[in-house]
């Protein structure tokens, strides 16, 4: 067994505060106490917390929109996250972005993006930059299989590949870009194939499991940052819940999804802590209180805090003001 | 006549647009079997089948590239764009590319795509759901650009970008969709592109606004009317080719004019209608020509109430000028 129990009830409590905190913010959008857009990673957690669990911390990091998973598999405090939910002065972007655009520089999280297949490049440059300075860091680059049908993935990672940048391409496939199944949009579904056009080394793994995330992210991130140029890796998964808050979800059956959730990540890797006696229920009981007392906080946090000051809407438009 | 929301008069433009041109064909992403993720287009695919309505990848360019081609080849696609702010992947083909086809063939061929897409806030959706590009459009020559903000306008004016010769960006406000109310006349029924409507009557000042804000322009001039301030409400309804007549004949009568929208202020249309109005109307002006617009920021999340126009605004801005 290739996980110390210190990190594998680590990686258990990482993807059960993701899972807690985005219910709870589901029943605050449902409050109508967050606004907007709310797209949820239920379901997903294992890759964001098996990449995380990989990658250095100085590591840079570019994902897409739901993005909840990444920032707090990455340590941010869940207050911030949900607070920024809230529209709150005290949110990670103070409100300005919402849900969609979480970033924290000190982190080297360079934010979610809503413009599907945007970040692409702009990870490309963030890892250019890298190979430049001289800095032994990976930029991996997190989008779902839909952004693999649109302009920016092929010609950002054609450019990765012809300056053999550091950079690690994580394809999170959950079936469907929004209501479109990727069968019906995309002539390739086994996603990871599209990297062979461009010489990139690529692999698909079960993204429910945490721990194979983990692995095929640190072997191909340590490839990367050796010089060996970019890596795509496609994790397969499935989202539970629908494409964003208010989504009918008549595109799949209820079986389906019923189906899926018997491979539900967490539940696997509970599985697997008992099953090989790393952990007693008596502990995972523990992480949950725990768990619970943390999402709580930041809830409150969320509540308790002041909206922003009008004056905040013109100000970082540049750099003088 | 019946009632119906914005969001219907649009459907049925659509419903009766396919029914009577067997060349008009959808496209988009989810507009098929999902009906559009506001479910504009419900219904039509079972309708009209899978090659009239087609859900396409994700990939607007791709799209909007391939709509050029289809109309160029005597089609008439009208492509759905989910969000404005997704039109940028686009922007290149729309700019390069569907503008340009008839000017650079010398009339030798055009093509007739409509890119309908929901513009402005209103719903939080923050920094990529809520934009509103159309200055751009307007600047790019070659481009029919519309927005309605009633639902009669809305089934006409798309009836007639349906049915014109040349390229239109459809502009649909969807802060609108379901709030707004009106009487759509059943059947054919076509609002000439490139006339404004006079929304209401007045002496004293006319107020220019479109999509989202023209019921706010109305509002404020209820608001006005309370201090005895008589306002001339004008929503363009077509941008591009703008109904300049129309404006100028109000302000030269009124002497005094607001311009309002949403998007932000500098350089935007508004900008292009302040302009037009003193190059034609400059000896009757009794005050300068206001803007009330959203601000020269990104489009906030959490601020988008203080980023919006209200009618408390326009109303300042309506005072101004009376006190001048
Ligand atoms: C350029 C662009 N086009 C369309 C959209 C609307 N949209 C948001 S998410 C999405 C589906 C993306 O699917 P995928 O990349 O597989 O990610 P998932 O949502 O499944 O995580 C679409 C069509 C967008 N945000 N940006």
Not at chain 2, 62 to 86: H, T, Y
Not at chain 2, 172 to 189: F, M, N, Q, S
Request: hydrophobic share 45%.
């Amino acid at each position: 067994m290739n996980v110390a129990r210190t990190e594998a009830l680590d990686l258990h409590r990482k993807m059960g505060l993701i899972r807690r905190f985005e219910e709870r913010a589901e029943e605050a959008y449902g409050q109508g106490k967050i606004g907007g857009f709310l797209h949820l990673y239920i379901g997903e957690e294992a890759i964001a917390v098996g990449a995380m669990a990989a990658l250095k911390p100085d590591d840079d990091v570019v994902t897409h929109y739901r993005d909840h998973g990444y920032v707090l598999a990455r340590g941010i405090d869940p207050g911030l996250v949900m607070a920024e939910l809230y529209g709150k002065a005290t949110g990670i972007s103070k409100g300005k972005g919402g849900s969609m655009h979480m970033a924290a520089v000190d982190r080297h999280l360079w934010g979610g993006y809503a413009i599907v297949g945007g970040h692409i490049p702009l990870a490309v440059g963030l890892a250019l930059a890298n190979q430049y300075r001289n800095l032994p860091r990976v930029v991996t680059c997190f989008f779902g299989e839909g952004a693999t049908n649109i302009g920016t993935f092929y010609s950002g990672l054609n450019m990765a590949a012809v300056w053999k940048v550091p950079l690690l391409a994580i394809v999170e496939n959950n079936r469907y870009g929004m209501g479109t199944a990727v069968e019906r949009a995309s002539a390739v579904s086994d996603i990871y194939k599209k990297a062979a056009c461009l010489n990139i080394p690529s692999v698909q793994i079960d993204g429910n499991d945490v721990l194979a995330v983990r692995d095929a992210v640190r072997e191909m991130a340590d490839k990367a940052r050796a010089g060996g140029g970019p890596r795509l890796i496609e994790a397969k998964t499935y989202r539970f819940r629908g494409h964003s808050m208010g989504d009918p979800q008549r595109y799949r059956t209820k079986d389906e999804v019923e189906e899926a959730k018997a491979r539900d990540p967490i539940l696997l890797w509970r599985n697997f802590l008992l099953g090989n006696r790393i952990a007693e229920e008596a502990d995972l009981r523990k992480i949950s209180d725990g768990i619970e007392a943390e999402i709580e906080t930041a809830v409150r946090f969320a509540e308790n805090s002041p909206p922003p000051d009008p004056s905040e809407l013109c100000a970082n438009v540049l750099v003088a003001e | 006549m019946p009632q119906a929301t914005l969001l219907q008069a649009i459907h049925d433009a659509l419903l009766e647009g396919m029914a009577r041109d067997p060349r008009v064909i959808l496209l988009g992403e989810d507009v098929g079997r999902e009906g559009g993720v506001f479910r504009m287009t419900q219904g039509l695919m079972r309708r009209f089948g899978q090659e009239r309505v087609i859900d396409t990848p994700l990939n607007e360019g791709g799209i909007i590239g391939m709509a050029i081609g289809m109309a160029l080849n005597g089609m008439r696609p009208v492509v759905e764009i989910e969000f404005a702010d997704f039109i940028y992947p686009a922007f290149d083909q729309i700019v390069s590319e569907l503008a340009k086809m008839r000017y650079r063939s010398a009339g030798q061929f055009t093509a007739p795509v409509v890119v309908r897409t929901p513009s402005g806030g209103g719903i939080k959706g923050g920094h990529y759901h809520s934009q509103s590009p159309e200055a751009y459009f307007v600047h790019t020559s070659g481009l029919t650009v519309v927005m309605p903000s009633t639902p009669a306008d809305a089934k006409g004016l798309l009836a007639s970008a349906m049915g014109g010769e040349d390229p239109v960006i459809f502009l649909e406000p969807k802060a609108l969709y379901r709030t707004v109310r009106g009487e759509v006349p059943e059947g054919e029924h076509r609002v000439p592109i490139g006339e404004a409507r006079i929304a209401r009557s007045g002496d004293d000042l006319t107020l220019v606004a479109w999509g989202a804000m023209a019921p706010v322009a109305e509002k404020a001039a209820g608001l006005a009317a309370a201090e005895g301030v008589s306002v001339e409400v004008i929503d363009p309804r077509t941008l591009w080719p703008l109904d300049i007549g129309t404006i100028v004949g109000s302000v030269n009568r009124t002497g005094r004019a607001v311009i309002l929208h949403e998007a932000p202020r500098s350089c935007g249309f508004g900008a292009e209608v302040a302009a037009l109005i003193q190059e034609r109307c400059f000896l009757h002006l009794k005050a300068p020509v206001y803007r009330v617009a959203g601000f020269d920021t990104p489009f906030p999340y959490a601020l988008e109430k203080s980023y919006l126009p209200d009618p408390r605004r326009v109303l300042a801005a309506v005072r101004a000028a009376m006190a001048f």
